[in-house]
């Protein structure tokens, strides 16, 4: 079992950044491959970036791809998304998620065999 809790979302404006962190405690984090995920009002949730389980590999959809970077630091179980140049569009919840194993791409949501609780990202233009 895998418990992950999300921290670092808030509002900003247009052009801003955000941090956000992932804290996952109970079986070794450096087992699992680790994702950001997202999931806008009325939309699917989908898949933002992600790093392997030795952070050798990191992924991202075309549309952060030059503003997000995920990191992790399996010596304090913990990943973070920092978040620059911010969009309208990149409001959402985003979700922290761990699967167990290595990734070589993004993955699918179904991929995931835990989640954390979310946390608000609101980008005012």
């Known amino acids: 079992q895998v418990q992950l809790v999300e921290s670092g979302g808030g509002s900003v404006r247009a052009g801003g950044s955000l941090r956000l962190s992932c804290a996952a405690s109970?079986?070794?984090?450096?087992?699992?491959?680790m994702g950001w995920f997202r999931q806008g009002p009325g939309e699917e949730r989908e898949s933002v970036a992600a790093?392997?389980?030795?952070?050798?590999?990191?992924y991202y959809t075309d549309s952060v791809k030059g503003r997000f970077t995920i990191s992790r630091d399996n010596a304090k179980n913990t990943i973070s998304l920092q978040m620059n140049s911010l969009k309208p569009e990149d409001t959402a919840v985003y979700y922290c998620?761990?699967?167990?194993?290595?990734?070589?791409?993004?993955?699918?949501?179904?991929?995931?065999?835990?989640w954390g609780q979310g946390t608000q990202v609101t980008v005012s233009s």
């Open positions: 109970g079986r070794t984090a450096s087992r699992y491959a």
């Open positions: 790093i392997s389980a030795t952070g050798s590999g990191t």
């Open positions: 998620a761990a699967k167990y194993g290595d990734i070589w791409s993004l993955r699918p949501r179904g991929a995931y065999d835990y």
